[in-house]
């Protein structure tokens, strides 16, 4: 697959995956992953470190499977997650999509993001980079990993997996 070709995939892939949280299609959204994936958001350990291992360090956001994604998806939905209650709105935009690696089965993306919500009465937004996996499954491109860089990670009531 050429850069271009990549390019294009992966851009149409992280619009539709922003659209799909905005608009909480949880079920589309969860489609877009592979039942390996690896969803993860480190923890800063200063101000230029993040966390470099999931298993040993702290994270923001970690699922290591599509199953523990969908977990969390079902409390949004059910009602059971108390921060979830009122459902923030939301807007991601996401821009600067670039190809690192373009393979005919495997793309690595980076792309920097912005997500601003409205919750409670009050608008605040987070913003920082995502570096994506895709992985060829078919006809269609899925997410095999997903870390997101928050750079404002100053959190001052909520962080979830539709916030970013």
Same mark, same amino acid.
């Given at each position: 697959?050429?850069?271009?070709?990549?390019?294009? !995939? #992966?851009?149409?892939?992280?619009?539709?995956? #922003?659209?799909?949280?905005?608009?909480?299609?949880?079920?589309?959204?969860?489609?877009?992953?592979?039942?390996?994936?690896?969803?993860? /958001?480190?923890?800063?350990? =200063?101000?230029?470190?993040? !966390?470099?291992?999931?298993?040993?360090? %702290?994270?923001?956001?970690? @699922?290591?499977?599509?199953? &523990?994604?969908?977990?969390?998806?079902? &409390?949004?939905? =059910?009602?059971?997650? /108390?921060?979830?209650?009122?459902?923030? &709105?939301?807007?991601? $935009?996401?821009?600067?999509?670039? %190809?690192?690696?373009?393979?005919?089965?495997?793309?690595?993306?980076?792309? $920097?993001?912005?997500?601003?919500?409205?919750?409670?009465?009050? =608008?605040? $937004? @987070?913003?920082?980079?995502?570096?994506? !996996?895709?992985?060829?499954? #078919? $006809?269609?491109?899925?997410?095999?990993?997903?870390?997101?860089? %928050?750079?404002?990670?100053?959190?001052? !009531?909520?962080?979830?997996? @539709?916030? /970013?």
């Amino acid at each position: 697959m050429s850069p271009e070709q990549a390019l294009t !995939t #992966g851009s149409a892939l992280l619009y539709r995956q #922003g659209r799909l949280l905005d608009e909480r299609r949880w079920q589309e959204w969860l489609d877009l992953f592979t039942e390996d994936c690896e969803y993860w /958001v480190p923890a800063w350990l =200063s101000e230029q470190r993040q !966390t470099e291992d999931p298993d040993t360090q %702290v994270s923001l956001i970690y @699922y290591d499977l599509r199953s &523990r994604l969908a977990d969390r998806v079902w &409390r949004v939905q =059910s009602g059971t997650s /108390v921060a979830s209650d009122p459902m923030p &709105r939301t807007c991601h $935009a996401i821009t600067n999509i670039q %190809v690192d690696e373009a393979g005919d089965d495997a793309i690595r993306l980076f792309a $920097a993001f912005r997500v601003d919500y409205h919750w409670r009465a009050q =608008s605040q $937004a @987070y913003f920082g980079h995502y570096q994506h !996996t895709l992985r060829r499954d #078919g $006809a269609d491109w899925r997410i095999t990993r997903q870390k997101i860089s %928050v750079l404002n990670d100053y959190i001052p !009531t909520l962080l979830d997996f @539709y916030l /970013v």
